[in-house]
């Protein structure tokens, strides 16, 4: 039998993310099976145990690749975004971009649904925190910058709005009454701009 090469290694590893993360998606994490994920893909458990050490495994990659790929949308948006005349623009533009990834239907069933019980909350708002906060802090460090905020709430603020994102994604999620990406994005907007 021919050995297969490294790309045909990272080939199949990719498969079964981009299998995996249609099947948790469609049916749910606890509805799918490593099984399934194999059987998408056409490769033994074995194949699958190379790559990843468990089903939750294969659903943290694919859970922290949403987010970076949300992250790094909101940085390009910020960035495009920067207006020398409105201070806000930048930091508003990523949050808009959180929002308007919240209501994705992968997004919302891998990170915010299965997510916390996958993971388990508290591991959840662990890593959440790990790849949001540097952003958020960045945008409220650059409010303290143009004496928006003291300096002092930079850190405080910056847990706060990144925990009020994260509220209204969970409420986008639950399809609460008043709640779309425009309402919340109007009213993020209006408390964003009212920090001094």
Known sequence: ???????DANQTREDLIQAAAQLFEANGYANTSINDICGEVG???????????????VFLEIWTRLQVAMDQEAREAAISARNPDDPYSAFLAGCKVYLNHVIRPAFQKIVLI???AVLGMRDWQEIDHDLGHQNVHAGVSYFA???????HRVAALAVMIQSAL??????????EKGITVDSVYDAFEVMVKSLR
């Open 1 to 7: 039998m021919a050995r297969r090469s490294k790309a």
């Open 43 to 57: 490769i033994t458990k074995g194949a699958l145990f190379h790559h990843f050490t468990s089903k939750q495994d």
């Open 114 to 116: 299965d997510g916390p």
């Open 145 to 151: 910058k143009k004496g928006i905020v003291a300096e």
């Open 166 to 175: 994260n509220g209204a994604g969970f409420a986008l999620v639950r399809k």
